[in-house]
């Protein structure tokens, strides 16, 4: 049974928070705050933010057409990104930004993120999973970031020559509704703040480099996530159900439904920071709305929870396992987390709140045209959410030299790797799989696997990072990635 904490601290009154929204769109308006300088949309439910988007252990492969890898971001090697260091985050910031955005165009199908999809496959291998579903676990975990923009939410593996697999039975089904540029909510799937109340505040005794994955009151994103693939039926925008008997939001009978004051359906507000300038403690912030209720997670079908494992049990007509759609949903989970992880400095200064009054913006920047009942919001507005800092921390994920250039609080990767082998340790027996906690094959214990993985993700150039990858695979007697 989960229960409610105590009252978090630093809570604004509904008022209050008005006022500071009100306050922040006339000095905009007036010139005070800087014009927004990144252009790459983020969208939270149903709406668009131009905020600049980075993924949370953003693409670090990018792909030439004959299969050559490559750093998508290659200024972290500029000696204005030097890895720990924000004496220069504005001006690396822009010039990732234009170089991430430069990979977009050039190499834009099938980039691949090494956390999600290699380190993950291998950890899962490790942990006593078989080959196949290992390989089902990462490749819907890289999937929710494959937007339906480029890649329309589907993964398809590359081969160790980088080239394109034609193997239909190893791409997945779309699920292109969990994307963060979708419209339907996928956002959530990346961005998870924990749960404050009624009104916006930090959330005490939350650490996202160690997200608390039991507390349905605290981190109801998260929960709701983690449930689904542990076969309770509901996946909801947000993680949001109706009050369970509890006093959450995650844990309800049924995905949030409660009808505005006036008869409409329940919706969510977004407010993002649109700083950009590092030497800035406040700025502009761009709100609007979107449907709350199951999650579409496949747009094409209109697939919800209800439909999942119909829909993921046959891929593009290949007959697989019926345990395809669990590790389908245990990649998702797993993505989930790990992106908690890694907007951890951000999200564990954020909040979801509701339900309560709160404007409603039809566009960005607009004032307020309503003011309905029942309204979730997500607060992101922090300084520590600033686009810049945002862009750069996910820069040193991987590719740099985390220790001892990083804070303990940027080395996000190191907790990413530990905490998604404590959690598929913790989804194996749902799967049938006997946790062996060592490989098979091979007498490399558990950290000193994790840390040549470590290791291995921090190498500089784009193929010695896929190969550093392998011989710590290969070192531990696990079966290489489909294509290696």
């Known amino acids: ?126 942990v006593g999973y078989s080959p196949t579903q290992a390989y089902w676990i990462a490749a819907y975990d890289q999937a929710v970031d494959n937007g339906a923009a480029v890649d329309n939410g589907i993964y398809i593996p590359r081969g160790s ?13 779309s699920i292109d509704g969990l994307g963060r540029n979708s419209p339907v909510g996928g956002a959530f799937f990346h961005y998870e703040a924990p749960y404050s109340g009624i009104y916006p505040g930090v959330v005490s005794g939350t650490n996202g480099l160690t997200p608390n ?54 919706q969510i507000s977004a407010e993002v920071s649109e700083l950009d300038n590092p030497s800035q403690t406040q700025g502009a912030s761009q709100y609007n709305i979107g449907a709350l209720g199951p999650q579409i997670i496949a747009t094409a079908s209109n697939i919800t929870y209800a439909t999942f494992d119909n829909y993921i049990g046959n891929v593009n007509g290949a007959n697989l396992t019926a345990a395809t759609p669990q590790m389908a949903k245990f990649g998702i989970y797993m993505h989930s987390y790990q992106d908690r992880i890694s907007h951890h400095r951000c999200l564990d200064v954020s909040s979801t709140n509701g339900p309560q009054v709160l404007p409603v913006y039809t566009t960005a920047g607009n004032p307020p045209t309503s003011y309905p009942e029942g ?23 991987t590719g740099v030299t985390q220790s001892p250039n990083l804070q303990s609080a940027d080395r996000t990767t190191a907790a990413a790797l530990n905490g998604t082998l404590l959690q598929l340790q913790a989804l194996a027996p749902l799967a049938g799989v006997t946790v062996t906690g060592v490989s098979q094959g091979a007498s490399v214990s558990t950290s000193g696997f994790v840390q040549n993985l470590y290791s291995a993700l921090q190498q500089p150039l784009a193929p010695n990072r896929i190969n550093a990858i392998v011989q710590a695979a290969t070192q531990a007697g696990l079966t290489l990635m489909p294509g290696f």
């Not at 919001?377 to 994920?397: F, K, P, V």
Request: glycine fraction near 6%.
């Open 1 to 126: 049974m989960s229960q409610k904490p105590a009252a978090p601290v630093s809570v604004l009154s509904s008022a209050a928070v008005s006022r500071c929204k009100l306050k922040i769109e006339e000095a905009t308006r007036l010139g005070h705050l800087p014009a927004r300088r990144f252009a790459r949309p983020l969208i939270f439910a149903g709406f668009a933010l131009s905020s600049f988007s980075a993924s949370a252990f953003l693409e670090d492969l990018c792909f030439q057409s004959n299969g050559t890898a490559f750093n998508c971001q290659p200024a972290i090697s500029n000696a204005l990104c030097t890895p720990g260091s924000y004496l220069n985050a504005d001006a690396c910031s822009a010039n990732l930004a234009t170089e991430m955005q430069a990979s977009n165009t050039n190499a834009p199908t099938q980039q691949r993120s090494t956390v999600h999809m290699d380190a993950t496959f291998y950890l899962a291998e490790f």
């Open 161 to 173: 020559n980088g080239v394109l697999s034609t193997d239909v039975t190893k791409q997945t089904k």
């Open 213 to 266: 994955t039991s507390s349905a009151y605290l981190e109801p994103t998260i929960y709701n996530i983690e449930n689904w693939a542990k076969g309770t039926p509901l996946l909801c925008v947000d993680g949001l159900t109706t009050l369970s008997a509890n006093g959450d939001y995650s844990t309800g009978s049924q995905c949030y439904n409660v009808p505005n004051a006036d008869g409409t359906a329940p």
């Open 375 to 397: 309204v979730f919001n997500g607060t992101m507005t922090d300084a520590a959410c600033q686009q810049t800092y945002h862009i750069l921390r996910h820069s040193w994920e």
